[in-house]
């Protein structure tokens, strides 16, 4: 198989000390429902093939480790710091999962060489870097993330931990439902009043790409720091897996890490 290539953000891509990409379908092992490249170890799919697939992932980033969440949509945030937190539940190749996982939707970190993971299928995953005091953090934010400002909560926490200034921060908005098909008939019930002017005017469809830019920019976040892939995974699941339109389907990933600039 050729190499993977895995998408990545333009305004990203301008930094050394950075690797990062979104991985699309192309080039995994995976077959039938979950063709290609899912990292998904909990959508049905055979574990030996998805920890395959993880592995491809990770020598096609030059990373060692990584770390996968237990996503629950929830707004947990795992704040790694130390060389143990890193340690203890780093997945570094191996066949099952690691002893220890996080249950968290974010993550921070300014360990080097230690990719974290978020793994979607409409929901976007939000790749965040500071480059004056080189932290990163990934962000999980699915409709009900949006609802609970997952990424504002994740922007305070880059600060309050880590000192990060917000208009130092870049942000990479993964490829995710769009505006074309974020349908939401009970948005009465589901949906907060104060996200009704994201919706399409005549239709229940909301515009949750604007929604995470507008909160990246609430909490400091300049416009122009915030790059968004604007791929629809509904539309494009060629390319992505997109739990709408197909209930049964793997899972992509978001990958971002430091790399030690010595070695
Ligand atoms: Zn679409």
């Known amino acids: 198989m050729a190499a993977l290539k895995p998408l990545t953000f333009d305004h990203l891509n301008a930094f050394p000390g950075l690797v990062h990409g979104v991985f699309s379908r192309a080039g995994g092992y995976s077959k039938d ?10 959508t049905g799919d ?24 237990n996503q629950v949509h929830g707004t947990d945030i795992a704040v790694i710091k130390s060389e143990k937190d890193a ?7 191996q066949g099952g999962a690691p002893s ?14 230690l990719g974290l993971v978020i793994q979607v299928a409409d929901c976007q995953a939000v790749v965040l870097y500071d480059p004056e005091k080189e932290v990163i953090a990934n962000v999980h934010s699915g409709w009900r993330g949006s609802v609970d400002n997952i990424l504002g909560r994740c922007i305070n926490a880059m600060v309050t931990q880590f000192g990060c200034t917000p208009a130092n921060i870049r942000a990479g908005i ?4 769009g505006p074309c098909c974020a349908q939401f008939m009970n948005y009465k019930q589901e949906i907060p009043k104060s996200f009704w002017k994201y919706k399409d005017k005549d239709r229940p469809y909301f515009d949750f790409w604007q929604i995470s830019r507008d909160q990246l920019g609430a909490y ?6 915030i790059e968004t892939m604007g791929l629809c995974t509904r539309c494009r699941t ?4 997109s739990f709408r339109a197909n209930k049964v389907t793997g899972r992509f990933a978001a990958v971002i890490a430091l790399k030690n600039k010595d070695e």
Request: net charge negative; no cysteine; glycine share 6%.
């Open 238 to 241: 060629d390319l992505f897996y």
């Open 100 to 113: 220890k996982i996080f249950k968290a939707d974010a993550a921070v970190t300014n360990r080097k060489d």
């Open 174 to 177: 993964s490829p995710s439902l």
């Open 46 to 69: 055979d574990p030996d093939v998805v920890n395959r697939n993880r592995r491809r992932m990770l020598s096609s980033l030059d990373l060692t480790r990584v770390l996968f969440f």
């Open 87 to 93: 340690a203890d539940a780093a997945w570094e190749g």
């Open 220 to 225: 400091g976040v300049l416009d122009e720091h």
């Open 33 to 42: 429902a979950f063709s290609g490249l899912n990292i998904g170890l909990s």
